[in-house]
C-alpha cells in the first residue's frame, strides 16, 4: 500500500523557515503527481503546491506564491516543501497527497489518490 508521510512540522515565530518533507513507502514516487494541501481549523482543506509528474512544472496558490517552494525527488522517494516568510495564517495541519490526474486539476483534491496524516504547522505573530 502507497503511503506517504510527512515530517518537519512545528512552532515558529512569522517570517521565520520551515522545511516539510514528505516520504514515500509502499510505491515509487515516480508514478504520481504530488501536491500538498493545508487545513486550518473550521476550514476546508485547501491546495497549496503541487508538482508535474517530471518536475517541470510547479503550481501554486497565491497566498502563498513567492514564499513556498516544492519539489521532487524520484530517487529518494521524497517530497519537499520550503515554506519561507511564514505568516500566522498559514498555521494548519499540512498534508502530502500524490495523485494521477492528467490536465490542469491538480488543486482538486478528489484527483489524489493516497493522502498521509498531516503534520502540524503553527506560526506565532
Known amino acids: 500500500q502507497v503511503q506517504p508521510v510527512e515530517s518537519g512540522g512545528g512552532l515558529v515565530q512569522a517570517g521565520d523557515s520551515l522545511k516539510l518533507s514528505c516520504e514515500v513507502s509502499?510505491?515509487?514516487?515516480?508514478?504520481?503527481?504530488p501536491a500538498w494541501f493545508r487545513q486550518a481549523p473550521g476550514k476546508e482543506r485547501q491546495f497549496v503546491a503541487g508538482i508535474s509528474w517530471s518536475g517541470g512544472m510547479t503550481y501554486y496558490a497565491d497566498s502563498v506564491k513567492g514564499r513556498f517552494t516544492i519539489s521532487r525527488d524520484d530517487a529518494k522517494n521524497m517530497v519537499t516543501l520550503q515554506m519561507n516568510r511564514l505568516k500566522p495564517e498559514d498555521k494548519a495541519v499540512y498534508y502530502c497527497?500524490?495523485?494521477?490526474?492528467?490536465?490542469?486539476?491538480?488543486?482538486?483534491?478528489?484527483?489524489?489518490?493516497?493522502w498521509g496524516r498531516g503534520t502540524q504547522v503553527t506560526v506565532s505573530s
Open positions: 509502499g510505491g515509487s514516487l515516480s508514478r504520481y503527481a
Open positions: 497527497a500524490l495523485g494521477s490526474y492528467t490536465g490542469n486539476s491538480y488543486a482538486d483534491l478528489s484527483e489524489y489518490d493516497y
